[in-house]
């Protein structure tokens, strides 16, 4: 990462890229959605301003590939996860599970190994929250708002 412009004309010139880099972005992203532009300006501003997107529509308007599309375009690992009533915070967030070593079983070794879950990735996309337990809920909203997991 470049440190912060302090001249002008450095101002210029970094205003220039991030320009440069945005229309890659909406072009590459143009090759999968047609129209919706109103749409991807809001989901870039988000996404660019550090911040969350929330998208609402009825069911196969493109929600979904146009996050999968825009985590494409800029090589970010993508995660999706489906909330019902019996998803439980650590089917998000990860859990930590047994691990036995492989060889000679007089020789073999059991290690706890943290297994993360799919809040883990770069771009995620949340489906229907509201079906899931308020527990389940605030697990969501800490990794938001925190930008980190509680884990255990």
């Not at 070794?109 to 809040?119: A, I």
């Amino acid at each position: 990462m470049t440190s912060d412009p302090s001249t002008p004309a450095e101002v210029l010139a970094a205003a220039a890229q991030f320009r440069a880099d945005y229309d890659a972005v909406r072009t590459e992203i143009a090759k999968v959605i047609v129209g919706q532009e109103p749409i991807i300006e809001g989901v870039l501003t988000c996404l660019f301003t550090n911040g969350h997107a929330l998208l609402e529509g009825v069911p196969g308007i493109g929600k979904t590939l146009l996050v999968r599309t825009l985590a494409r375009a800029l090589n970010l690992s993508f995660s999706r996860i489906q909330f019902t009533p019996d998803l439980m915070p650590a089917d998000i967030s990860g859990t930590t599970v047994v691990v036995e070593s492989e060889g000679d079983a007089r020789e073999r070794t059991r290690v706890f190994k943290f297994q993360p879950g799919p809040v883990f990735a770069q771009i995620l996309l949340a489906d229907e929250i509201n079906r899931a337990t308020p527990k389940t809920q605030a697990a969501l909203l800490e990794a938001m708002q925190e930008r980190g997991v509680t884990v255990g």
